[in-house]
C-alpha cells in the first residue's frame, strides 16, 4: 500500500521539496513534450490546487507559460479571491509578464528553483514582485532545487540544437554538470 503523505504534516522545508518536486515533474513533462521544461504548482492550504506546464511550442501562443495554465486550471474551481491565501512553486522564476499578472491576482507568495537572468520579472531583469505600486507586492524564495531546474534546462537546450540544421560542435552539446555560484537561467549558453 502507498504511503499517504500530507504535506500539512511536514515540517516547513520538507514541505516547499514536496511542492518543488511536483512543479519540476511538471517540467519534466514539459521536456517530453518539447516545451521548455519549466513546470509551477498553486498550493492552497496545503493542497495542490492548479498546476501547469509551458505550452508555447505545441500552442503557437507565447504566452501559454506554466504559470498562466495553472491559474486557469485554478480559477475553474475557486474564485480569483483565494489566490491571496494561495502560493505558487515554479522551476523557474516567473518572467516578467508573469510576474505581473502574479501580482494582479495577489499571489500570496512566490517559491522558485533557478533565476532567470535574461526575462525574470522577480529579480533576475526586473523586480515586478516588490516594486513600489498602488497595489500589493508579493514575496518571493528562490533556490529551491535550483541546479535540477537548470538541469532540465540545459537538457531542453541541448535537444533543441541536436534538431538544428546546423549543430553546434559536438564540445558544446555535451550536458554541463557544474554549477558557478550565481548560475542562472541562460538560454543561449
Ligand atoms: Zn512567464
Request: glycine share 8%.
Amino acid at each position: 500500500m502507498a504511503e499517504i503523505i500530507n504535506p500539512a504534516d511536514m515540517l516547513e522545508d520538507e514541505r516547499h521539496s514536496y511542492f518543488m518536486k511536483q512543479a519540476l515533474a511538471m517540467g519534466e513533462s514539459a521536456l517530453l513534450c518539447g516545451e521548455t521544461p519549466v513546470g509551477c504548482v498553486l498550493v492552497y492550504q496545503d493542497k495542490i490546487v492548479g498546476s501547469g506546464m509551458n505550452d508555447t511550442n505545441r500552442s503557437m501562443n507565447g504566452t501559454r507559460h506554466a504559470e498562466f495554465l495553472a491559474i486557469a486550471e485554478f480559477l475553474q474551481v475557486y474564485p480569483k479571491s483565494v489566490l491571496q491565501q494561495t502560493d505558487l512553486y515554479v522551476t523557474v522564476e516567473p518572467c516578467i509578464m508573469c510576474a505581473s499578472a502574479l501580482r494582479q491576482y495577489r499571489i500570496r507568495k512566490v517559491y522558485f528553483g533557478c533565476a532567470n537572468d535574461r526575462f525574470g520579472g522577480t529579480g533576475g531583469v526586473l523586480t515586478i514582485h516588490s516594486d513600489p505600486s498602488i497595489d500589493r507586492g508579493y514575496p518571493i524564495q528562490g533556490g529551491i532545487f535550483r541546479e535540477d531546474a537548470i538541469m532540465l534546462l540545459r537538457r531542453f537546450y541541448i535537444q533543441e540544437n541536436e534538431k538544428a540544421p546546423n549543430p553546434r560542435p559536438k564540445k558544446n552539446r555535451e550536458l554541463n554538470t557544474t554549477f558557478e555560484n550565481g548560475d542562472g537561467f541562460v538560454p543561449t549558453a
